[in-house]
């Protein structure tokens, strides 16, 4: 079973950069499909972004445009690259992966998270 920690949160501006990484352990990581969800307080855990095992990608609207999703499967590593970010975006970030090469958004399809990272956005 493959295991996941992320690493990169932390308290920008708004309009700033952040780059949040998830190093998995476990094989063969390219035949798992990974996610990107968040979670702000009180609310449920949403979709951010999701990458298959061969790279292709699908993204939130609402940060469609701002963040990339980006896998390297010889390191067992996935980014999420947040530009543009806005006080909305303030949440824990999870990492998640599904046991099927194609990526998905939704909560339910995915096996296992990663502890989460804090981001947080001031205006």
């Known amino acids: 079973q493959v295991q996941l920690v992320e690493s990169g949160g932390g308290s920008v501006q708004a309009g700033a950069s952040l780059r949040l990484s998830c190093a998995a352990s476990?094989?063969?990581?390219?035949?798992?499909?990974m996610g990107w969800f968040r979670q702000a307080p009180g609310k449920e855990r949403e979709f951010v972004a999701t990458i298959s095992g061969g790279g292709y990608t699908y993204y939130a609207d609402s940060v469609t445009g701002r963040f990339t999703i980006s896998r390297d499967n010889a390191k067992n590593l996935v980014w999420l690259q947040m530009n543009s970010l806005k006080p909305e975006d303030t949440a824990v970030y999870y990492c998640a992966a599904r046991k099927s090469y194609t990526g998905s958004p939704r909560v339910g399809e995915y096996d296992t998270w990663g502890q989460g990272t804090q981001v947080t956005v001031s205006s």
């Open positions: 476990g094989r063969p990581f390219s035949s798992y499909g």
